[in-house]
Antibody, heavy 124, light 109 residues
Framework: EVQLVQSGAEVKKPGESLKISCKGS????????IGWVRQMPGKGLEWMGI????????RYSPSFQGQVTISADKSISTAYLQWSSLKASDTAMYYC?????????????????WGQGTMVTVSS | EIVMTQSPATLSVSPGERATLSCRAS??????LAWYQQKPGQAPRLLIY???TRATGIPARFSGSGSGTEFTLTISSLQSEDFAVYYC???????????FGQGTKLEIK
């Protein structure tokens, strides 16, 4: 079964660092892009960025460039989303997702496999 | 940035009736448009991609249409499990800025 399994919920204080994970299984992890999506409480979906684990090519939405870091460790089929200094406004559910199509390079595709989400709460 | 605008924000429909949801792009996205369903406490679920192709396992009562800037998701006969929030997403640019609409909440009338 193809699936993405995300790490568990986190409660952090402002200024702390955090790295959450998304582990792929049941498919060739290095051959599909992995995207990250934010959903703030009671709000809609926001596209954050994407990584190709095969060569770590990473692209960010302008709104998230410099705010987060996306990475991947292909040896353990895991993608990451990390913050160096959390803010209260980072409180949200974060989803990883995989596109339908296996492609390296330019991607024009929807996302059919989603992780279960990781809830990040930042509060003093 | 391509802005996706969904209407209405909330749609009240009775079970068994048809629901029509709209999505408009601020510039052409060709047919690079997807629809997702999200229920409370769950991850989004892909319904439609390529503006009109149903994803694997999606019932035939879900259909998508449109191209360019105007898109529609139609649910032909609403079932109880269809009441949820629906998002459109464009994936027509590279580097990717795959923007979502703000969502339409489909509620029971």
């Amino acid at each position: 079964e193809v699936q993405l399994v995300q790490s568990g919920a986190e409660v952090k204080k402002p200024g702390e660092s955090l790295k959450i994970s998304c582990k792929g299984s049941g498919y060739s992890f290095t051959s599909y892009w992995i995207g990250w999506v934010r959903q703030m409480p009671g709000k809609g979906l926001e596209w954050m960025g994407i990584i190709y684990p095969g060569d770590s090519d990473t692209r960010y939405s302008p709104s998230f460039q410099g705010q987060v870091t996306i990475s991947a460790d292909k040896s353990i089929s895991t993608a990451y989303l990390q913050w160096s200094s959390l803010k209260a406004s980072d409180t949200a559910m974060y989803y990883c997702a995989r596109p339908i199509t296996m492609v390296q390079g330019v991607l024009y595709d929807a996302f059919d496999i989603w992780g279960q989400g990781t809830m990040v709460t930042v509060s003093s | 940035e391509i802005v996706m605008t969904q209407s209405p924000a909330t749609l009240s429909v009775s079970p068994g009736e048809r629901a029509t949801l709209s999505c408009r792009a601020s510039q052409s996205v060709s047919s690079n448009l997807a629809w997702y369903q999200q229920k409370p406490g769950q991850a989004p679920r892909l319904l439609i991609y390529g503006a009109s192709t149903r994803a694997t396992g999606i019932p035939a009562r879900f259909s998508g249409s449109g191209s360019g800037t105007e898109f529609t998701l139609t649910i032909s006969s609403l079932q109880s499990e269809d009441f949820a929030v629906y998002y459109c997403q464009q994936y027509n640019n590279w580097p990717p800025k795959y923007t979502f609409g703000q969502g339409t909440k489909l509620e029971i009338k």
